[in-house]
């Protein structure tokens, strides 16, 4: 699968499915920002990692919460 493809597939899936399918491609992954929040981060340019920003969402009747990728770049 190509760089864009991967990143588009990513976008709605949870941060745990996410991470398996980076790894299966041989990727690294990190989270650099959650609900809004930035994380401090390296400025280095990788291009084996995805960066994934994240968004906690409610799911399930007893308010679980689980964090969704609403993002994902090269770097």
Same mark, same amino acid.
């Given at each position: ?31 650099? @920002? ?16 995805? @960066? ?24």
């Amino acid at each position: 699968m190509d760089e864009q493809e991967l990143l588009s597939k990513l976008i709605g899936m949870t941060e745990t499915q996410g991470q398996d399918l980076i790894k299966s491609e041989g990727y690294v992954s990190r989270v650099t @920002n959650i609900d809004g929040k930035p994380y401090m981060i390296t400025h280095d340019l990788r291009f084996d990692r995805i @960066n994934l920003k994240l968004e906690t969402k409610l799911t399930g009747e007893h308010g679980l919460r689980e964090a969704v990728i609403i993002k994902a770049d090269i770097g």
